[in-house]
């Protein structure tokens, strides 16, 4: 039989927000186990949370960048259930009055250089704490918990049931990841568990209206066993509704060595975790003013600024796919492209030169010593006939450590300064053709790609420093 895929997917996102979400206990990542704590944490006997205001204006922010509705009274609930690692024995979180409804999650997925618009709907967004950690593996027979994820302030993203393919889920969740980071609300770093997702999967007849059972695989933290996780829980299922028998509604998890999902317990409804409004929390009330003032402070987004680099200033898609995966990239191609025109060069030395060396030195572009007016007054150089493109690169790995400097007294004071001599590039050519004599004779005879090796030649003799167009017009008429 065939079927129909549907995928959903809860994620959860950690807020970088100084203290947690109901408590001042720090919320920086790592420091020895249970040293960012407090009774409030602890939930002592007595001991009240209070709301942590940034963490309201986070979750406005991430629902404004997806469309959502902004609920402007909203309520925190108690999830009761027992787990080791939850100190009061409930989660508080929000059921019935989420701080998000509805909205959508624009993004593009690349195949091969073309690229295809999807767009994933919302069910809503809502505030809750995040649990500790339990560990397994320190001591023999014992599990150790570590508290200091406790009350960590979390969004939940709950999407509606509409994807269809595990590649669509994975691109969802990483279009997610970009966002928290270009907001600037979480580091989405996946590896720590600032961001992981729980998997919904479930099979229905092709052309069924019914959905089928569901299964969920929790805390995925990485994108690609994501999409492992996803493609292997689809040959699951398919295998047993082939042969007759029913799928369990049911919690898994995934193992990433053999690529395989295992069964961890039969899935909670909703009854089992007993929610009612927390009796410790007022209600939350979000002004006209204070959500006017969030619309205006919003920055233009990933998704729009493709479609302004691509469409509006000519930017390869590839480039401007780029140069969009982080905030700080795009932010330098913009003040660069201020200063100049040529947006195709600006775009063409982040992403090779510029990228290369900070990805060599760790660096986020931010750290770069070279700051955009100075890149542009290169490129400007450039476009004059001042400097060649090779000098150009010299110049650039000087500037690193000179980031002051005049482009120009530098060029000159290294000889860098494009020569338009004619007189002297005769002599060069002269130079060049005698020493590869039987590649002259071979370019005459119709081997034209040798060009290259001969323009080259001549400007390791001229150190970068003649002009390649005069330079093509000299070897062209010599090489007649």
Request: aromatic fraction near 8%; include cysteine.
């Amino acid at each position: 039989m065939e079927y129909d895929i549907v995928i959903g997917l809860e994620v959860h996102c950690q807020l970088d927000t100084k203290s947690k979400i109901f408590a001042s206990d720090s919320n920086k990542f790592g420091g020895e186990p249970n040293t960012h704590i407090s009774v409030i944490t602890l939930a002592h006997p007595g001991v009240l949370p209070k709301l942590n205001e940034k963490a309201v204006e986070y979750a406005i922010k991430l629902g404004l960048a997806f469309d959502c509705k902004i609920n402007q009274s909203n309520f925190f609930d108690r999830k009761n259930y027992f787990y080791p690692d939850l100190p009061k024995g409930y989660q508080i979180s929000q059921d019935k009055s989420p701080i998000c409804w509805g909205g959508e999650v624009k993004f593009k997925i690349k195949k091969g250089k073309d690229f295809s618009n999807h767009t994933v709907k919302i069910h809503h967004i809502h505030m809750e704490e995040d649990a500790g950690k339990s560990i397994h593996d320190i001591e023999p027979n014992n599990t150790c918990l570590d508290y200091n994820r406790a009350g960590t302030p979390l969004l939940e993203i709950v999407s509606e049931p509409c994807m269809t393919s595990p590649l669509e889920a994975a691109s969802y969740l990483a279009e997610i990841r970009k966002m928290v980071r270009f907001l600037g609300i979480g580091d989405g770093n996946m590896e720590e568990g600032s961001l992981r997702a729980d998997l919904n999967v479930s099979l229905k007849p092709k052309g069924s209206e019914k959905l089928g059972t569901k299964v969920e695989i929790k805390n995925m933290n990485s994108i690609r066993f994501l999409q492992k996780a996803a493609e292997y829980e689809i040959e699951r299922q398919a295998a047993i509704l082939d042969a007759g028998g029913t799928i369990i509604q049911e919690t898994r998890s995934f193992d990433p060595e053999q690529g395989k999902t295992f069964g961890m317990r039969v899935k909670e409804t909703m009854n089992d975790y007993r929610y009612f409004p927390e009796p410790d929390l007022a209600p939350i009330s979000i002004s006209d003013e204070e959500l006017q003032t969030a619309k205006s402070n919003m920055p233009k987004l990933p998704y729009d600024l493709f479609e302004t680099f691509s469409k509006e200033m000519g930017i390869l898609e590839e480039h401007a796919y780029l140069l969009t995966e982080e905030k700080s990239l795009s932010d330098y191609f913009i003040e660069t492209c201020s200063f100049t025109k040529n947006y195709k060069s600006v775009s063409n030395w982040i992403l090779s030169n510029i990228k290369g060396y900070l990805n060599e030195n760790n660096l986020d572009i931010s750290q770069f010593a070279v700051k955009p007016a100075k890149l542009a007054e290169l490129i400007k150089n450039i476009d004059e006939g001042n400097i060649s493109n090779s000098a150009a690169q010299m110049l650039m790995n000087l500037l690193i450590n000179e980031p002051e400097s005049d482009i120009l007294a530098l060029a000159k004071s290294k000889s860098l300064i494009q020569s338009q001599d004619s007189d002297s590039m005769a002599i060069w050519i002269e130079e060049v053709l005698s020493q590869n004599a039987q590649k002259a004779e071979e370019y005459k005879k119709g081997k034209k790609g040798l060009m290259g090796f001969f323009v080259g030649e001549v400007m390791k003799k001229s150190k970068g420093a003649a002009d390649p167009k005069i330079l093509n017009t000299l070897l062209a008429e010599k090489l007649k």
